[in-house]
C-alpha cells in the first residue's frame, strides 16, 4: 500500500519533468498537430470574414428561378458554380465542386492506407498509396486551375453595366457575379487552400521519393507517412468547410 | 559502413478489419456530402438549411479528425490541447457576423 502510493505521486510529479512523454506523442507529430491549429485559425479568420462581408451586403430577394446576378447584392453561389468541363453552356449547378469534393476525400483515403501500410512495414503498399495520393491532389489542382480559368473569364452574357458596356469574367476590381469582395474572396479563400494543396502534394512527393528509396525502412518507422498525412487531412478537412460555406450556403 | 546490413524487412500481415473500417468512413463522408448536394436543390434556402448544413459538416468534420487524423486514440490532454483553443473560433464568429449586420444597416 504505502509502496504503491509513494510510486503514484511519484509519477505525478515527474511527468512534466522530463524524460517521458506526456502526451504520447513524439515532438514532430506535436508540431505538426499545434502547426495545423495555428492553421485553422487562419482559415476561420477567411470564412469567418467572407461570413462578415456577406452579411454586410443585402441578400437577393425574389424568386430563385429568376436570379440575375447583379452588383447590387450578393450572389447565389449554386447559380455561379454551374459549369463543368466539356459541357459547355449546360446549367448544372455545384457539380463540378461537388466532383472536386468526392476527390479530395478519395486522396485523404488513400493518405490514410499509405499510413496503416507504414505501420505494417509495408514498403511496397505505402509506395502504392501514396502515389495514389499525389495523384488524386494533382487531379484536384488540375480541376481547380479550371475553376479559376472559367471564374476569371466569365460568361457569354456577362454583366451589362449601366454606361452599356458588357463586362465578362472577373478580377480584383470588378466582377460580373456581384459585388467586388465575392470575387475578392473566391480568389482568397479558395486560393489559399489552393497553395496548401499544391505544397501538400510536393511534401507527399518527397515522402513518395524516401519510402521508394528505402529511407524509412532503414530508419525502421514510417512516421514522416503519418505527419504528412494528417497534414493532408486537414487539407480536405478545409475543403469540407470551404465546399460548405462558400459553395453551398 | 558495415552496420548498415540489407536486411529484407517481411510487412505485417493485413488487418482486413481495419481497411474495411477506413473504406466505410470514406463512405460515410461521401453519403454526407451527396446528402448536402441533394437537400441544396430540394428544400428551400433558409436558415434551416443553413443549419443542416452546418451539422453535416461538423459531422463530416468529427470524422476526419477522429478517425483520418486519429485524434479519438490519443491522450486525453493531447485532444483538449487541440480542441480548447477552438473555441476562441466561436467568438469569432459570433462577433463578425453581428459585426456584418450593423455594417450592413448603416450602410443600406
Not at chain 1, 447584392?73 to 466532383?99: N, Q, S, T
Not at chain 1, 471564374?151 to 478580377?171: C, D, V, Y
Not at chain 1, 505544397?199 to 525502421?220: A, D, M, P, W
Request: proline share 3%; aromatic share 16%; with cysteine.
Amino acid at each position: 500500500m504505502a509502496v504503491s502510493t509513494t510510486l503514484s505521486e511519484q509519477t505525478k510529479k515527474n511527468i512534466w519533468d522530463g524524460g517521458v512523454s506526456p502526451l504520447k506523442a513524439s515532438y514532430g507529430k506535436l508540431m505538426m498537430w499545434f502547426f495545423l491549429l495555428s492553421d485553422a485559425f487562419t482559415f476561420s479568420g477567411l470564412l469567418i470574414t467572407y461570413g462578415f462581408l456577406r452579411y454586410s451586403f443585402p441578400a437577393y430577394e425574389g424568386s430563385l428561378s429568376a436570379f440575375k446576378p447583379s452588383q447590387e447584392y450578393w450572389p447565389i453561389p449554386e447559380k455561379i458554380f454551374d459549369a463543368v468541363p466539356f459541357l459547355h453552356g449546360v446549367h448544372l449547378p455545384l457539380l463540378f465542386v461537388g466532383i472536386m469534393t468526392f476527390i479530395l476525400i478519395l486522396s485523404s483515403v488513400t493518405m490514410v492506407l499509405a499510413v496503416e501500410a507504414g505501420h505494417r512495414m509495408d514498403k511496397k503498399d505505402v509506395t502504392k498509396w501514396m502515389l495514389w495520393t499525389i495523384i488524386g491532389g494533382l487531379t484536384f489542382l488540375g480541376c481547380q486551375a479550371w475553376e479559376w480559368n472559367h471564374f476569371i473569364h466569365g460568361t457569354e452574357q456577362g454583366l451589362t453595366l449601366t454606361n452599356g458596356i458588357i463586362f465578362h469574367g472577373a478580377n480584383l476590381q470588378m466582377n460580373e457575379y456581384g459585388p467586388s469582395l465575392f470575387a475578392s474572396l473566391f480568389f482568397f479563400i479558395t486560393g489559399f487552400h489552393g497553395t496548401h494543396v499544391f505544397s501538400g502534394v510536393l511534401l507527399n512527393s518527397v515522402i513518395f521519393y524516401n519510402t521508394v528509396v528505402g529511407t524509412y525502412e532503414k530508419r525502421g518507422h514510417y512516421e514522416m507517412v503519418e505527419k504528412v498525412g494528417l497534414y493532408w487531412h486537414f487539407v480536405d478537412l478545409v475543403w469540407v468547410f470551404v465546399f460548405t460555406f462558400f459553395y453551398l450556403i | 559502413m558495415d552496420h548498415t546490413e540489407n536486411i529484407e524487412i517481411e510487412p505485417k500481415p493485413v488487418d482486413k478489419e481495419k481497411i474495411k473500417k477506413l473504406w466505410r468512413i470514406a463512405a460515410i463522408l461521401g453519403v454526407v456530402t451527396a446528402i448536402e448536394f441533394f437537400l441544396a436543390f430540394t428544400m428551400p434556402r433558409g436558415i434551416l438549411l443553413y443549419s443542416v448544413f452546418v451539422g453535416l459538416t461538423l459531422v463530416k468534420a468529427f470524422y476526419i479528425v477522429s478517425e483520418f487524423m486519429h485524434l479519438k486514440y490519443e491522450v486525453k490532454s493531447l485532444i483538449w490541447s487541440i480542441m480548447i483553443p477552438v473555441i476562441l473560433v466561436i467568438w469569432l464568429i459570433v462577433a463578425l457576423l453581428a459585426e456584418g449586420g450593423s455594417v450592413y444597416n448603416i450602410n443600406f
